[in-house]
């Protein structure tokens, strides 16, 4: 294992900028990790094994998969059959095709196409700081500069704007409906940054690189608005779905309706595999291009029909009971003057620091300690396993309290 490792860490390309750890886990189960040591570790950055480790259920419905005939040739596969009914039933039939990618940046990138397709139109509207992919098209329309920084030309008909962010806000408080200033602004530059061509606008209803909620209403109005501009909607609930937040998908939280949802990472938790689902179905004309790929392959569609089964049975239920003393643990924390915001909604959640020496120096406690944590800049953020217990979630809340805390008397 030792000589594996020594391997790994000479040829593998993102070694320089990967953390990766240097523990050897003998043992998992749930949210939990045991190393070489004894010791125990808590997960709370996971965004797609949202079943948790050894989850016996999980593990035999892929295994069956494999067992069993997981070659479709020209025919449909059960799991597929049965994972197409679980989409359109828990979206209460809002849609009218499905398309299974193998990766949520192609199912960005079909969702862009065809939008264009549909519309006759050439340009989408995505917001700063967005995350939509790594491949040409989805990197071009996401809003984070170190996906596309030195990697020029892009694709055209990108248009951005800026995601409405309440912390620091100078307009904070005096809002009138929450989201007014929000709006007016990304018309401003939609107006004046756009050949005023677009297809398509594409959000994140939380921003997953800094866990930004907009504030309510907003995705609403800009739906509203959208469609008042024959605009389609695409909800890139990539990482959002599937009872992240505590309902199963953040659309049906809102009054809206979009022309295209997007899903994954949780969708197979941690199986490749990703679903478009658009309202309107386009042209025969506008398919073939979309054939081919291995989204729709018989085990990776066994595993997602698992995730939905869990989430109906109890899962999701699970997720809105622990999620109450997750998100009032991490609001406790704003007594703190390190403390800039906290924000979250279910099982996602970010503590913003003043600094990123603060949020740094926090992220590396924690992980002393034996939480693992996401940062990123100024924000620690927490994607626990929908499988936590609240005893565990107790048990972080009390050391992040205690880390928080010497950070502010360091400070």
Same mark, same amino acid.
């Given at each position: 294992?030792?000589?594996?490792?020594?391997?790994?860490?000479?040829?593998?390309?993102?070694?320089?900028? *990967?953390?990766?750890?240097?523990?050897?886990?003998?043992?998992?189960?749930? @949210?939990?990790?045991?190393?070489?040591?004894?010791?125990?570790?808590?997960?709370?950055?996971?965004?797609?094994?949202?079943?948790?480790?050894?989850?016996?259920?999980?593990?035999?419905?892929?295994?069956?998969? !494999?067992?069993?005939?997981?070659?479709?040739?020209?025919?449909?596969?059960?799991?597929?059959?049965?994972?197409?009914?679980?989409?359109?039933?828990?979206?209460?039939?809002?849609?009218?095709?499905?398309?299974?990618?193998?990766?949520?940046?192609?199912?960005?990138?079909?969702?862009?196409?065809?939008?264009?397709?549909?519309?006759?139109? &050439?340009?989408?509207?995505?917001?700063?700081?967005?995350?939509?992919? *790594?491949?040409?098209?989805?990197?071009?329309?996401?809003?984070?500069? %170190?996906?596309?920084?030195?990697?020029?030309?892009? @694709?055209?008909?990108?248009?951005?704007?800026?995601?409405? *962010?309440?912390?620091?806000?100078?307009?904070?408080?005096?809002? #009138?409906?929450?989201?007014?200033?929000?709006?007016?602004?990304?018309?401003?530059?939609?107006?004046?940054?756009?050949?005023?061509?677009?297809?398509?606008?594409? !959000?994140?209803?939380?921003?997953?690189?800094?866990?930004?909620?907009?504030?309510?209403?907003?995705?609403?109005?800009?739906?509203?608005? @959208?469609?008042? =501009?024959?605009?389609?909607?695409?909800?890139?609930?990539? =990482?959002?779905?599937?009872? %992240?937040?505590?309902?199963?998908?953040?659309?049906?939280?809102?009054?809206?309706?979009?022309?295209?949802?997007?899903?994954?990472?949780?969708?197979?938790?941690?199986?490749?595999?990703?679903?478009?689902?658009? %309202?309107?179905?386009?042209?025969?004309?506008?398919?073939?291009?979309?054939?081919?790929?291995?989204?729709?392959?018989?085990?990776?569609?066994?595993?997602?029909?698992?995730?939905?089964? =869990?989430?109906?049975?109890?899962?999701?239920?699970? !997720?809105?009971?622990?999620?109450?003393?997750?998100?009032?643990?991490?609001?406790?924390?704003?007594?703190?003057?390190?403390?800039?915001?906290?924000?979250?909604?279910?099982?996602?959640?970010?503590?913003?620091?003043?600094?990123?020496?603060?949020?740094?120096?926090?992220? *590396?406690?924690?992980?002393? %300690?034996?939480?693992?944590?996401?940062?990123? #800049?100024?924000?620690?953020?927490?994607?626990?396993?929908?499988?936590? &217990?609240?005893?565990?979630?107790?048990?972080?809340?009390?050391?992040?309290?205690?880390?928080?805390?010497?950070?502010?008397?360091?400070?």
């Amino acid at each position: 294992m030792t000589g594996d490792r020594a391997v790994y860490g000479k040829y593998d390309l993102l070694a320089p900028v *990967r953390d990766c750890s240097p523990i050897e886990f003998v043992s998992a189960s749930g @949210a939990a990790f045991v190393g070489a040591d004894g010791r125990e570790y808590l997960d709370l950055s996971e965004m797609c094994k949202v079943l948790g480790q050894s989850n016996s259920a999980y593990t035999e419905a892929i295994t069956t998969a !494999v067992s069993g005939i997981n070659s479709d040739k020209e025919g449909i596969s059960s799991a597929r059959a049965r994972l197409y009914r679980y989409l359109i039933e828990t979206t209460n039939g809002d849609f009218s095709g499905i398309h299974l990618c193998s990766s949520g940046s192609e199912s960005v990138e079909w969702a862009v196409r065809l939008a264009k397709k549909m519309t006759g139109r &050439t340009e989408v509207l995505s917001f700063w700081n967005s995350i939509h992919g *790594r491949t040409y098209l989805s990197s071009s329309i996401s809003g984070l500069p %170190r996906r596309k920084a030195g990697y020029g030309p892009l @694709a055209p008909g990108a248009v951005f704007a800026a995601y409405p *962010r309440c912390a620091g806000c100078v307009h904070k408080g005096s809002c #009138g409906d929450g989201y007014y200033e929000c709006l007016e602004r990304m018309k401003q530059d939609y107006r004046f940054s756009s050949a005023q061509d677009l297809a398509a606008v594409i !959000v994140e209803p939380y921003q997953g690189a800094d866990i930004s909620i907009p504030p309510e209403g907003y995705l609403d109005a800009l739906w509203t608005w @959208a469609k008042e =501009q024959g605009m389609m909607f695409i909800m890139d609930e990539i =990482q959002s779905g599937l009872g %992240r937040t505590g309902a199963m998908y953040c659309y049906q939280r809102e009054d809206i309706r979009p022309d295209m949802l997007l899903l994954g990472k949780a969708l197979g938790n941690g199986m490749h595999i990703s679903a478009l689902l658009v %309202r309107e179905l386009p042209e025969k004309s506008a398919l073939p291009p979309l054939t081919g790929g291995t989204g729709d392959e018989t085990v990776a569609c066994a595993a997602a029909c698992e995730v939905f089964r =869990q989430l109906e049975e109890g899962l999701l239920e699970h !997720v809105q009971k622990v999620s109450v003393g997750f998100l009032q643990g991490l609001r406790a924390l704003k007594k703190y003057k390190c403390v800039f915001d906290v924000r979250g909604i279910g099982l996602v959640a970010a503590v913003e620091f003043c600094t990123e020496e603060q949020a740094a120096a926090v992220w *590396r406690a924690m992980r002393e %300690r034996g939480f693992f944590t996401g940062r990123s #800049g100024k924000v620690v953020h927490f994607r626990p396993p929908y499988v936590i &217990t609240e005893e565990q979630v107790n048990r972080f809340l009390v050391a992040l309290d205690e880390v928080t805390g010497t950070c502010e008397s360091d400070g």
